[in-house]
C-alpha cells in the first residue's frame, strides 16, 4: 500500500533572502577563495617534502623539526610574545584610564584631548616609525646590551603608543552603556568611591577590557613598520625576522611557522568566542546588577 | 589624577617624537650625523619635483584604485551578511575577519607563494590552458600555443591585489554596520512597486549605505595609501610608493630632514582625506531630516 505522496511546491526563495540567489552564492565563493586561497596554499606547502616551494612532493614535517630548531626564529617569537604582553598590559591600564576619563570628567580642552587620543590611531604607520626612529636616536637612546627582556624597552614603548588610544576607545564605547544610578544606588548604600569603582564600574567595563587586551595583543603582533624602525641588531621581532627571511629566499621553513602561528589564532579566536559568546546576541543591554558583583555578594 | 598617566604617555611618547621629526623638516644635514634647524623650506620645494609628485600621484592612485577594488569586492559580500540567517551571519562575519587576525607579514608571503609564476594561480591557468589546447586538439584544430604564465608578482598589478587582500575586512565591517541599521521595508517596497534587484540595489540600497561606504573608503584609503610592506615586498622597481621613498630617507639615503618633509606632506595629505569624509557625512545628515 503506497500513500499518495503530497510533493510540497518547492520553496521560492523570498525576495530579501539574498543567500539564496545563486549570483550571491558564486560571490561569496569568490571573496572566500580570494581571501583564503594564499592562507591554505600556505599551510599544504609547509607540510611540503621538499626544499623548494613549488611542487607538491609528498608529506612531510622536516620543515616543521627545522623551524622548531631555528633559534633565531625562535627567538624572535619569544621576542614577540614578551613585547605583546608587556604593551598590552601597559595599554590596557593607560587606555582603561582614559577612557574612564573622557567617560566621566568634564573638563577645559577636553574636545582637544578626545582629538589628541584619536591621533595615534590615524596618523600613518610609517610617520609614527620615523617618530620613534628619530626619538631613540636623538632623545632617548636606548642602552645597547641591556639584560632581556629590559632591551626591548624602546619596542614596547612604541606599541603602546599606537595600542592604547585603541583601548581607550573601546572602553569609552563600552561606559556609554553605564547607568549611573546603580552607581548612585551604591553610593548611597554606603560605598566608598574606590569601592563602587571595584564593584560596580570594573566589573562593567570588563568586557571592554578583554576586548581592549586582545586588540592591543594583536596589534602589537601584527606590527611591522614601527618595530622596523625601533628595532636593532639583537632585538629582532618576528615580522622583522620573517620579513629578512623572505627578502633573502621563500622558505619551507616560513610556511612551517606561519602554520604554527596561525593554528594559534584560530584556538584564541575560538577561546575568545567561546568565553564572550556570540558577538551579535550580545548587544541586548543586560540588565540587573554585573554578574561579578552578585557574586561578590554571596560570598 | 587619572588622566594624568595617558597624557603624559601621549606628550612624551607620541607627540614629541613626531615633534622633532616636524622640526626636522625645516632643517639640512650638516656634516655626516649633525641636522642643523635652520628653518629652510628646501625640503618641501624638494618635495615638489616632478620625480617625487609622480610617487605621490601614483600612491594616491593605487590607494584609489585598492578603496574602489574593495567596494566593489565587499559592498555584495556585506549585503550577503545583512540579510544572512544569524547564525551563518556570525560565520561570514567570522570568515573575513579570521585573514585580518593573522599577521601581516605571513598573509604577504602567502600571496607571494600563490601569484609567483610557477604559483598556485598561474599552476591553475596552465592546467586549464593544457586542458583547452588538450579540448581544441581532439577538435582537430591542432593545440594551443604555448602556456606563457602571467606576471603577477614584482609589478604594480601585484601591489594592488595585495592591497585589496590586507584591507577588504576594512570595507567590510563597516558597510555591514552600516546596511544592518537599514530599514527592511524599504526594500520590500522597492520590490513590490515593481523594481528590479538592479534598481532596488542601486537607488535604495547604495544610497543608504552611504555612511558605510564613506567611511569604509577612508578606513581603506588611508592606510593603503602610506603601506610600506606591500609594495617593498610585491612591487617592482617602478611600484615604490611615499612610503618606500621615506624609508629610504632615513636608512639608506641618510636625508632625514627630507624624509621629514615627505613624512608631513603623507600625513597632511591624510588628514585632508578626513577632514573631507567628515565634511561629505556632515553634508548627507543635514540632508536627511
Known amino acids: 500500500m503506497s500513500a499518495p505522496v503530497h510533493r510540497l511546491p518547492k520553496e521560492r526563495p523570498g525576495p530579501l533572502e539574498y543567500l539564496r540567489a545563486w549570483p550571491m552564492k558564486a560571490w561569496i565563493f569568490l571573496v572566500a577563495l580570494f581571501l583564503y586561497l594564499p592562507l591554505i596554499t600556505l599551510v599544504v606547502f609547509s607540510f611540503n617534502d621538499s626544499r623548494r616551494t613549488v611542487v607538491w612532493e609528498g608529506f612531510s614535517l622536516r620543515h616543521y623539526a627545522k623551524a622548531l630548531n631555528n633559534d633565531a626564529l625562535l627567538e624572535a617569537l619569544g621576542n614577540s610574545l614578551t613585547i605583546a604582553a608587556a604593551s598590552t598590559a601597559l595599554s590596557v591600564i593607560l587606555g582603561a584610564l582614559a577612557g574612564f576619563a573622557l567617560w566621566r570628567f568634564r573638563f577645559p580642552g577636553k574636545p582637544l584631548v578626545d582629538g589628541a587620543l584619536g591621533l595615534p590611531i590615524v596618523v600613518p604607520e610609517i610617520c609614527l616609525g620615523v617618530g620613534m626612529l628619530v626619538f631613540f636616536a636623538t632623545v632617548l637612546p636606548w642602552p645597547r646590551g641591556l639584560v632581556w627582556p629590559l632591551n626591548l624597552g624602546a619596542i614596547i614603548i612604541a606599541h603602546v603608543s599606537f595600542s592604547f588610544p585603541f583601548v581607550a576607545v573601546v572602553v569609552r564605547a563600552r561606559m556609554a552603556s553605564f547607568n549611573r544610578e546603580m552607581e548612585e544606588a551604591a553610593r548611597d548604600l554606603g560605598a566608598g568611591e574606590w569601592r563602587t569603582i571595584r564593584d560596580i564600574v570594573l566589573p562593567h567595563m570588563s568586557p571592554a577590557l578583554a576586548a581592549g587586551a586582545l586588540l592591543a595583543f594583536t596589534l602589537s603582533l601584527d606590527d611591522f613598520v614601527i618595530t622596523f624602525f625601533t628595532s636593532g641588531p639583537d632585538t629582532v621581532t618576528f615580522p622583522v625576522k620573517v620579513y629578512s627571511m623572505v627578502r633573502f629566499s621563500v622558505t619551507p621553513e616560513v610556511n612551517a611557522v606561519s602554520t604554527l602561528l596561525m593554528a594559534l589564532t584560530v584556538l584564541l579566536t575560538a577561546l575568545a568566542l567561546r568565553a564572550f559568546g556570540d558577538p551579535i546576541a550580545r548587544t541586548t543591554p543586560v540588565t540587573g546588577l554585573p554578574k561579578a558583583s552578585a557574586q561578590d555578594d554571596r560570598s | ?289
Not at chain 2, 649633525?34 to 601614483?58: C, D, H, M
Not at chain 2, 574593495?70 to 559592498?75: A, H, K, P, S
Not at chain 2, 601569484?115 to 588538450?134: D, K, M, P, Q, Y
Open chain 2, 1 to 289: 589624577m587619572t588622566l594624568g598617566a595617558p597624557l603624559f604617555w601621549l606628550v612624551v611618547f607620541f607627540f614629541a617624537p613626531l615633534a622633532i621629526v616636524w622640526a626636522y623638516s625645516f632643517g639640512e644635514n650638516d656634516g655626516l650625523v649633525r641636522i642643523s634647524l635652520t628653518g629652510t623650506f628646501q625640503n618641501y620645494v624638494r618635495a615638489l619635483e616632478p620625480l617625487y609628485l609622480e610617487i605621490f600621484a601614483k600612491s594616491a592612485l593605487i590607494a584609489g584604485l585598492t578603496t574602489l577594488l574593495c567596494l566593489v569586492l565587499g559592498f555584495p559580500f556585506a549585503v550577503a551578511v545583512t540579510f544572512a540567517p544569524r547564525r551563518l551571519k556570525v560565520w561570514l562575519l567570522l570568515l573575513v575577519m579570521l585573514p585580518f587576525w593573522t599577521n601581516l607579514l605571513i598573509r604577504t608571503y602567502a600571496l607571494i607563494a600563490v601569484l609567483r609564476e610557477e604559483g598556485v594561480v598561474n599552476g591553475g591557468l596552465e592546467f586549464l590552458w593544457s586542458a583547452g589546447s588538450a579540448l581544441s586538439q581532439s577538435l582537430g584544430f591542432g593545440p594551443l600555443d604555448e602556456f606563457k604564465p602571467l606576471s603577477l608578482l614584482y609589478n604594480n598589478t601585484a601591489v594592488v591585489i595585495g592591497l585589496v587582500y590586507i584591507h577588504l575586512p576594512f570595507m567590510v565591517l563597516p558597510l555591514y554596520a552600516a546596511l544592518d541599521r537599514l530599514d527592511r521595508s524599504l526594500l520590500e517596497a522597492s520590490l513590490d512597486l515593481g523594481a528590479g534587484h538592479a534598481r532596488t540595489w542601486l537607488f535604495i540600497i547604495v544610497p543608504l549605505a552611504a555612511p558605510g561606504i564613506l567611511s569604509g573608503s577612508l578606513l581603506t584609503f588611508i592606510p593603503a595609501l602610506g603601506s610600506y610592506l606591500t609594495p617593498d615586498l610585491l612591487g617592482g622597481p617602478d611600484s615604490q610608493m611615499i612610503a618606500n621613498i621615506i624609508e629610504r630617507q632615513f636608512k639608506r639615503a641618510n636625508n632625514w630632514p627630507f624624509g621629514a618633509a615627505l613624512s608631513f606632506i603623507l600625513m597632511y595629505a591624510t588628514f585632508i582625506a578626513i577632514a573631507l569624509q567628515a565634511l561629505a557625512s556632515g553634508r548627507r545628515s543635514k540632508e536627511t531630516p
